[in-house]
């Protein structure tokens, strides 16, 4: 569901938040979803980022999850996403992952979302919502009340930016058990082998 207003987002939070919500991780109607997702993100063929998406759930899709986790894993419940400005599609491979382990997800989205990005969330809402998913994504402009209004109901926050940033979130009031998955902030190094490039 594509939410664009906190006052609406509050409301749809107060439904699910009295959801008796013990789903299993991995179950089968969720990696249905993800095959769903696959096959139609293979056909928006002018955009790049939904066909790299769809090779990423592929390559999801080829895990014997029943064989790598145990039976009795479920979700945490309302896991919120704080997506980072400068990588957008960012917050679509952390929904995929509170996704599949049975989640009810919260995205907010940058302001800075492509059109191609955009594509790919209104087709993956859809699909949440024809299939009875709760999920909501969202790219509101006000992240403070965001951040305020959904760390008040969620089990989770997955918190993608700068050290501040994270800090910001952290301090806010949430439930006692709450957890944070940080992605704060980085350095990389890459090695380029350049005949390889060349080569290909």
Known sequence: MLINNLKDLEKQLKIISRLNF??????RN???LLE?????????KS??????LSLYIRSLLRINYAKKYPANSYALGIVVHYGPGNLPINS???????????????????TKTTNQQLEII??????????????????????????KLTSKYC?????????????LIRKLDCNS???????????SAAIFNFDLINNF
């Open 122 to 147: 209104t087709l993956i809402s859809n699909l949440c919502q024809k299939n009875s998913f709760y999920d909501i994504f969202t790219f509101l402009k006000d992240a403070d009340g965001y951040a």
């Open 47 to 52: 955009n790049f980022e939904a066909r790299s």
């Open 155 to 167: 089990q989770a926050r997955v918190i993608w930016g700068s050290n501040s940033i994270v800090n």
């Open 177 to 187: 058990k709450c957890r944070d998955i940080i992605f704060s902030d980085r350095k």
């Open 92 to 110: 679509i491979y952390s929904w995929i992952t509170g996704f599949i382990c049975g989640n009810i997800n919260v995205v907010r989205s940058s």
């Open 22 to 27: 013990t789903e299993r991780a991995f179950s």
């Open 30 to 32: 969720r990696l249905k």
């Open 36 to 44: 769903q997702l696959c096959s139609e993100l293979k056909l928006l």
